[in-house]
């Protein structure tokens, strides 16, 4: 089956102008000649898109060069997991026109997809790209060969459009490996940030609008690696945390920002869980990433504060006081651009060369592609640590070590540094048991989970309102509003059991 191997990485700036330069003066690519196209894809579906629930896209192309033109008709069987580093299927063939033709897809694999013969005469355009590609091919004397692409343009889908910047790094020759390897040493010139959304799912989403990358489920298995089980739940919150980073590109959108954090927590949490096989190689891109996630932070406690802590206290405030009101409005606009300025601040993260040589570092371990660290003291550790196996003796040692610290912690108050201590370790104890509940016992898993999700939302709801009075204490807000919050705050700890 012919194969398509890419890399895909966005690049978040805010105004593309220049890229093209700025790539092309690099070392690697200045004695290179780009080619130049302008590329018109129609992707198709049927009304209840039947191929994208097969996994599969259906494309026609008009690839327009400098001197001349063709249609090109592409059917791609997408991965069963997404992911930066994607290896498809794929089948590509010049047509005459924009007009699908049935005999050039292959008869093999379409047979699969249509076995009754009734989808493709229900095939209709969903949306389209439009946008201009300088194409680079970079061969290295170990023998690899990588075509690397710079896509400038837009997504276009029911009256909607949505910038596209992406750089494509598809293997023609060698391992994948080197696609990453490239992507670094370019990863000075241009900002990165891993993709793991193709151009078609970008374009299904927009026509939806965005959607939030929810976590999901991992399947585990009794007798598995460890190695196998922490990468594949590595993987899956590295792709709730990028995924919703490059939606935070195009949209300024208060569960975006929670769920990328979300992801982050998710990831931290499972690196501890799964110990040496973890540790070693995502500490230092953990590291790195440290300002990106304090950006993150910042705009979430904003967000919060506007949006789930003061919009059900603003009744109580007004009370039908229209001066109160002005107040209210005032203290609200302030929020408003102070979240304005911490968007563009993130953004402006995600354009610093150290935070994409993170990202990419992070997603070649995840992908099993990353070269082995020389000398390193923990290597032997985490072999070792990493081809024992998973059961449910190590899942529930595991797990009860967390719940035993926090059920230490019981007598710390909600409000202080002990109470953040047990909220850390009861989302700890909880994604722990969402990670490995196939492992579990049922009865045990159930009662763990229900008491650390509890503690949890009573303890991030404390802290949500101690985020809120301080914040509204560092901005020029009226004293009437910071009290009144302030008030509310006393009043819940006053009520809170012991």
């Not at 003796?393 to 009860?400: G, I, M």
């Not at 047990?422 to 229900?450: C, V």
């Amino acid at each position: 089956m012919p194969q398509e191997v890419e890399l895909k990485l966005a690049v978040p700036v805010s105004d593309p102008a220049g890229l093209l330069q700025r790539l092309s003066r690099h070392p690697v690519l200045a004695r290179r000649t780009a080619r130049r196209l302008q590329l018109h894809n129609i992707y198709l579906d049927t009304p209840r898109q039947a191929l994208r629930q097969a996994g599969a896209v259906l494309r026609l192309r008009r690839e327009t060069g400098a001197s001349s033109a063709r249609w090109l008709q592409t059917l791609k069987i997408s991965p069963q997991r997404p992911a930066a580093l994607s290896r498809r299927g794929e089948w590509e063939m010049p047509v005459q026109s924009a007009a699908l033709e049935r005999d050039a897809l292959p008869r093999e694999v379409w047979s699969g997809l249509d076995p009754a013969g009734d989808l493709f005469d229900q095939l209709a355009p969903c949306f389209e790209t439009v946008f201009d590609r300088a194409c680079w091919q970079v061969r290295r004397r170990d023998g690899s060969w990588v075509e690397l692409a710079l896509d400038i343009g837009e997504v276009r889908a029911g009256g909607r459009r949505e910038r596209l910047c992406e750089l494509e790094f598809e293997l023609r020759a060698g391992p994948p490996g080197a696609l990453f390897r490239l992507a670094r040493e370019l990863s000075g010139a241009v900002p990165m940030l891993p993709l793991d959304a193709s151009k078609s799912a970008r374009g299904f989403a927009l026509a939806q609008g965005p959607l939030p990358r929810i976590a999901a489920p991992v399947t585990l298995a009794d007798g598995m690696l460890l190695a196998d089980a922490a990468y594949a739940v590595l993987r899956e919150t590295s792709a709730q945390f990028t995924g919703n980073l490059a939606l935070l590109l195009h949209h300024r959108n208060a569960e975006l920002v929670h769920q990328a954090r979300v992801g982050w927590r998710r990831m931290r949490s499972a690196v501890q869980l799964f110990g040496a096989a973890a540790q070693n190689p995502l500490h230092d891109a953990i590291d790195a990433l440290q300002p990106l996630c304090q950006a993150l932070g910042d705009l979430r406690d904003t967000a919060v504060t506007r949006h789930d802590v003061l919009a059900p206290l603003q009744d109580m405030f007004i009370a039908e006081d229209p001066r109160r009101a002005a107040c209210w409005r005032r203290m609200l606009a302030r929020l408003d651009r102070l979240e304005a300025t911490q968007h563009a601040a993130l953004l402006a993260c995600l354009q610093q060369p150290a935070i994409g040589r993170a990202l990419l570092d992070m997603t070649a371990w995840l992908e099993d592609v990353a070269p082995p660290v020389p000398d390193d003291p923990g290597a032997a550790r985490q072999t070792c640590a990493a081809a024992r196996r998973i059961d449910r003796d190590w899942a529930l040692t595991r797990l009860r070590r967390l719940e035993r610290k926090l059920l230490a912690t019981s007598t710390e108050a909600l409000g202080s540094d002990g109470g953040h201590r047990r909220r850390i370790l009861a989302k700890r104890l909880r994604y722990g048991i969402e990670f490995l509940r196939p492992l579990l016992p049922k009865r045990w898993s159930r009662k763990a989970l229900r008491q650390a999700a509890h503690l949890q939302r009573a303890l991030g709801d404390a802290r949500d309102l101690a985020q809120a009075v301080a914040l509204l204490h560092s901005l020029p807000a009226d004293t009437a509003v910071r009290e009144f919050v302030r008030g509310v705050q006393l009043g819940r700890q006053r009520e809170a059991p012991d």
